[in-house]
């Protein structure tokens, strides 16, 4: 039996999503009554820490979401796999919160971002606010090499990023929270590692759409 948990819920907004089933996993997404993107949380009793941290950065970012606890898959919003994150037509699935970030960013603006945050997105995007592909690595990375030929493979055009010889470049990374190489940025879509279907979908999909929300 699924149990829903209301935290901080701005005028039935989620439960109006839930209830009428303006949130789904086939091309449909978390509304509130006035159509804004309402955010929508899914755990289970089990989930432990993965769901605690997830829980503990939208308390941070987002004024209101509706939690859900599901003791098994629920089909209707295509969750099976705990904890995931659904905010208008986009999702996030696990405990990445910097993923999570970017996403709220993309999707609610400046307001779920932080100031570091904010600032190192700022040039992820040119003057018509569509989003830059911007690569963090080094010389030495040979997935970075990788992920460089792939860009100019495919007519790409990319951002890149030296972190060991830009010191404005090492900043962002830090504010971003970089762990490793390469980390790739789709405007707001975060990318860790050599990942190449992923990112050449994200470019398809966001190449002609302006969507930075951070003035």
Known sequence: ?????FLALVAGGALYAYK??????????SFDKDGKPAVMLFTSADCGEPCD??????????IGFQEVIL???????GVNAMPTVIAGKQRTVGDDVHKLAGMLGEVL???ALTRRERIALSAHFDEQDKPRVVLYGTKWCGYCKAQRELFQEKNIPFEDVDVEESEAGLMAYNSLAGSGY???Y????????????????AVN?????????LR
């Open 109 to 111: 603006g400046k307001d």
């Open 53 to 62: 941290k997830v829980r503990t950065e939208l308390k941070k970012r987002v």
């Open 20 to 29: 009428t089933g303006r949130l789904g996993g086939n091309g449909g997404g």
């Open 205 to 213: 999909e966001l190449k002609d759409k302006p969507q930075a929300n």
């Open 182 to 184: 390469p980390l790739t």
């Open 186 to 201: 789709v405007g707001y879509r975060r990318f860790g590692g050599y990942n190449e279907s992923e990112i050449l979908a």
């Open 71 to 77: 003791s098994e898959p629920d089909r209707k919003y």
């Open 1 to 5: 039996m699924k149990r829903i948990l």
